[in-house]
């Protein structure tokens, strides 16, 4: 259950590579608006509820059961793929090719996005 808890955004690199490479208008992306942004993560065995608040993609709440169907958005964008369990990490992987691994890295929650051989790293620390 390392995953659950309150998290707040501590820094990030590469994000603006990867919404280029994503689609995304360079006028439409501010990776500043990540700066105080949460993540709110409730998680029973594989069942797991988000509930974000600011960053890049909507505000709002999903759910996922890993090893099943996700969807969701990055970069305000939608996504929808499968996520699946490697090691004690959660990767999704895309139908468009992105894939997000969650982890838990040095007590801090790790997000990395990859797309097009670019990648992102988003770091969360325990609020």
Do not use: C
């Amino acid at each position: 259950m390392a995953f659950a808890g309150k998290w707040t955004v501590a820094k990030f690199e590469g994000l603006k590579d990867v919404a280029l490479a994503y689609g995304v208008e360079e006028g439409k992306m501010d990776p500043a608006k990540l700066q105080g942004a949460t993540v709110t993560i409730t998680q029973d065995k594989d069942n797991f509820t988000f509930n974000a608040t600011g960053g890049l993609g909507k505000s709002g709440g999903h759910s996922m059961t890993v090893g099943g169907p996700s969807e969701g958005e990055i970069f305000g964008k939608a996504y929808s793929g499968t996520t699946a369990w490697v090691g004690d990490k959660i990767v999704f992987t895309g139908k468009s090719g992105v894939k997000i691994t969650r982890s838990i890295e040095g007590g801090q929650l790790l997000y990395t996005v990859e797309y097009k051989g670019k990648v992102a790293k988003v770091w969360f620390n325990k609020s």
